[in-house]
């Protein structure tokens, strides 16, 4: 079991708690002792004086300790907003964390922040950037686990397009659909494009998708590992994926046509004819890019490494901060 204990109602006897909020799968791996990000926060907290709470995100109590002047964790997808209240939810590239006080990914405080390179030293930022991606391409690693590389490369293609699922979610983040943004890349160039089908799509999805990857014929669906498809391809499409961010490692031209808190990296298509634009364009905008100065400004900045041996005390550094 975890170092959380859990509570099922919103009465806390200590003036002052470290309370983390979840539902489903996600509690039970925390209810566990299954997610180290948490097991070592809890750890800190602990050494400081300060119980450690579980929540169910789902019931009453957790909204009411929401409001709370306990350090509060939403642990997931999140709108919630208050003084003690922080979002957390393992980012992009696996080991790297949000503890974010607005939410995550394309809800993070990231996606307002302003990134300026030239506060950022350019030989710290190339050692980490190689060090991060170095072993992620090397060893075809990535948060969802990859198909086994060919033996021989890809063929090359102008773009791949990473599909997703999120066009029926209650609040609308992308600005075009999968299928515009297929049909745009189809038409944009004569050259191949590959779509690569979200992992959790099911038979209906995946047989959908390829009847209409099938309505071009210059259109190919494909299984191949995330990085490689990035290799073989000129461009990167994604309305807002880790796979778009991922493209950043081999420093390729990334169009997001969703929200994201990555948007400074890419260029950001609201319609088809900007996607159009942006595909022709794309190549030669980010030739300049300082992909290791971006890399170093997101991860190492703003996301915490639960591996380091300071990462408890820069979570408990950011907590206090604000509460």
């Given at each position: 079991?975890?170092l959380f204990q859990?509570l099922?109602?919103p009465?806390?006897?200590?003036?002052?708690?470290?309370?983390?909020?979840a539902?489903?799968k996600?509690f039970?791996?925390?209810?566990?002792?299954?997610?180290v990000?948490?097991?070592?926060?809890?750890?800190?907290?602990?050494?400081?004086?300060?119980?450690?709470?579980?929540v169910?995100?789902?019931?009453?109590?957790?909204?009411?300790?929401?409001?709370?002047?306990?350090?509060?964790?939403?642990?997931?997808?999140?709108?919630?907003?208050?003084p003690?209240?922080?979002?957390?939810?393992e980012?992009y590239?696996?080991?790297?964390?949000?503890?974010?006080?607005?939410?995550v990914?394309?809800?993070?405080s990231?996606a307002d922040?302003?990134?300026?390179?030239?506060?950022i030293?350019?030989k710290?930022?190339?050692?980490?950037?190689?060090?991060?991606t170095?072993?992620?391409?090397?060893?075809n690693y990535?948060k969802r686990?990859q198909?086994?590389?060919?033996?021989?490369?890809?063929?090359?293609?102008?773009?791949?397009?990473?599909?997703?699922?999120?066009?029926?979610?209650?609040t609308?983040?992308?600005?075009?659909t999968?299928?515009?943004m297929?049909?745009t890349?189809?038409?944009?160039?004569?050259?191949?494009?590959?779509?690569?089908?979200?992992?959790?799509?099911?038979?209906?999805?995946?047989?959908a998708?390829?009847a209409?990857?099938?309505e071009?014929k210059n259109?190919?669906?494909?299984?191949?590992?995330?990085?490689?498809?990035?290799a073989a391809?000129?461009?990167?499409?994604?309305?807002n994926?880790?796979?778009?961010?991922?493209?950043?490692m081999?420093k390729?031209?990334?169009?997001?046509?969703?929200?994201?808190?990555?948007?400074?990296g890419?260029?950001?298509?609201?319609?088809?004819?900007a996607?159009?634009?942006a595909?022709?364009?794309?190549?030669?905008?980010?030739?300049?890019?300082?992909?290791?100065?971006?890399?170093?400004?997101?991860?190492?900045?703003?996301?915490l490494?639960?591996?380091?041996?300071?990462?408890?005390?820069?979570?408990?550094?950011?907590?206090?901060?604000?509460?």
């Amino acid at each position: 079991m975890g170092l959380f204990q859990t509570l099922e109602t919103p009465t806390i006897r200590e003036d002052r708690a470290l309370v983390v909020h979840a539902y489903g799968k996600r509690f039970s791996a925390i209810q566990e002792g299954r997610v180290v990000f948490f097991e070592k926060l809890a750890q800190y907290a602990q050494r400081e004086g300060l119980p450690c709470y579980l929540v169910d995100q789902s019931e009453l109590a957790s909204g009411i300790l929401q409001e709370s002047d306990h350090i509060n964790i939403i642990f997931g997808p999140s709108h919630a907003d208050g003084p003690n209240l922080f979002h957390a939810d393992e980012s992009y590239i696996v080991g790297f964390w949000y503890l974010d006080p607005k939410g995550v990914f394309w809800n993070s405080s990231l996606a307002d922040a302003e990134f300026d390179p030239s506060t950022i030293d350019a030989k710290e930022a190339t050692y980490f950037f190689n060090g991060v991606t170095g072993f992620m391409l090397r060893e075809n690693y990535s948060k969802r686990t990859q198909t086994l590389r060919l033996n021989a490369p890809l063929d090359k293609a102008k773009a791949v397009i990473f599909a997703q699922d999120i066009e029926n979610y209650m609040t609308k983040v992308h600005y075009l659909t999968l299928d515009q943004m297929i049909e745009t890349a189809a038409q944009a160039t004569d050259e191949t494009v590959y779509v690569k089908p979200h992992p959790l799509y099911d038979a209906h999805a995946r047989d959908a998708l390829a009847a209409r990857c099938a309505e071009f014929k210059n259109v190919v669906l494909s299984d191949a590992s995330v990085h490689d498809l990035i290799a073989a391809s000129d461009v990167v499409l994604s309305q807002n994926s880790a796979a778009g961010f991922e493209a950043f490692m081999q420093k390729k031209p990334v169009i997001t046509c969703g929200a994201s808190d990555y948007h400074h990296g890419s260029l950001v298509a609201r319609s088809s004819d900007a996607l159009k634009d942006a595909i022709a364009a794309a190549p030669d905008i980010v030739k300049s890019f300082p992909y290791e100065k971006y890399f170093y400004w997101f991860l190492h900045d703003h996301m915490l490494e639960v591996q380091k041996p300071d990462f408890a005390k820069r979570a408990w550094a950011r907590l206090s901060k604000r509460g």
